[in-house]
T-cell receptor, first 116, second 110 residues
Framework: GAVVSQHPSRVICKSGTSVKIECRSL??????MFWYRQFPKQSLMLMAT?????????EQGVEKDKFLINHASLTLSTLTVTSAHPEDSSFYIC????????????FGPGTRLTVL | LAKTTQPISMDSYEGQEVNITCSHN???????ITWYQQFPSQGPRFIIQ???TKVTNEVASLFIPADRKSSTLSLPRVSLSDTAVYYC???????????FGTGTRLTVIP
């Protein structure tokens, strides 16, 4: 199956700083990637759809100026949490659809963000 | 988008067969049903996908009745390592299959 990686796997930062999370499709090209957020004991919540070469599409209630998404190439999307606060502490997961017949999403391993 | 309903949690002993049912009453004609498994602090992993009747792969079976308003994920002879959250998603793939429900937390007991 297709492989999606994320970096870093874990990050701790001070309140007010910005954090960038990278999502890469390692063995396939992904014109569209997706960013999710997951709080403890809760389900995944779709934040935005990242489109290569164009602006991301954000879900209702997600602040686009706070969560900056850049899809610079067919294999890389980045999520920048700007001016992070403790309530932004969460597990961030990206995904992409591979080129197989299952219509399955391939998920990255996730990034644990802790804002102090 | 079809909404899904699953039991919040289930317990099972090792070696038993586990069946997790998902309700999706307003599934659309072109929607597929996909199940994912998620371990703590990891991204979800694809288990199985189907459209109708029965699908089987090396890890699970998926049973879908004729009206497609529900589906059942069947895990044969579960082991402790199957303890995870299982999510049922319904959609046409691509941008139509992105919304996760509550999932079912399966705990396998020795």
């Amino acid at each position: 199956g297709a492989v999606v990686s994320q970096h870093p796997s874990r990050v701790i930062c001070k309140s007010g700083t910005s954090v960038k999370i990278e999502c890469r499709s390692l063995d396939f090209q992904a014109t569209t990637m997706f960013w999710y957020r997951q709080f403890p004991k809760q389900s995944l919540m779709l934040m935005a759809t990242s489109n290569e070469g164009s602006k991301a599409t954000y879900e209702q209630g997600v602040e686009k100026d706070k969560f900056l998404i850049n899809h610079a190439s067919l294999t890389l999307s980045t999520l920048t949490v700007t001016s992070a606060h403790p309530e932004d502490s969460s597990f961030y997961i990206c995904s992409a659809y591979g080129s197989d017949p299952h219509n399955e999403q391939f998920f990255g391993p996730g990034t644990r963000l802790t804002v102090l | 988008l079809a909404k899904t309903t699953q039991p919040i949690s289930m317990d099972s002993y090792e070696g038993q067969e586990v069946n997790i049912t998902c309700s999706h009453n307003n599934i659309a004609t072109n929607d597929y049903i996909t199940w994912y498994q998620q371990f703590p602090s990891q991204g979800p992993r694809f288990i199985i996908q189907g459209y109708k009747t029965k699908v089987t792969n090396e890890v699970a079976s998926l049973f879908i009745p004729a009206d497609r308003k529900s589906s059942t994920l069947s895990l044969p002879r579960v082991s402790l390592s199957d303890t995870a959250v299982y999510y049922c998603l319904v959609g046409g793939g691509g941008a139509n299959n992105l919304f996760f429900g509550t999932g079912t937390r399966l705990t396998v007991i020795p």
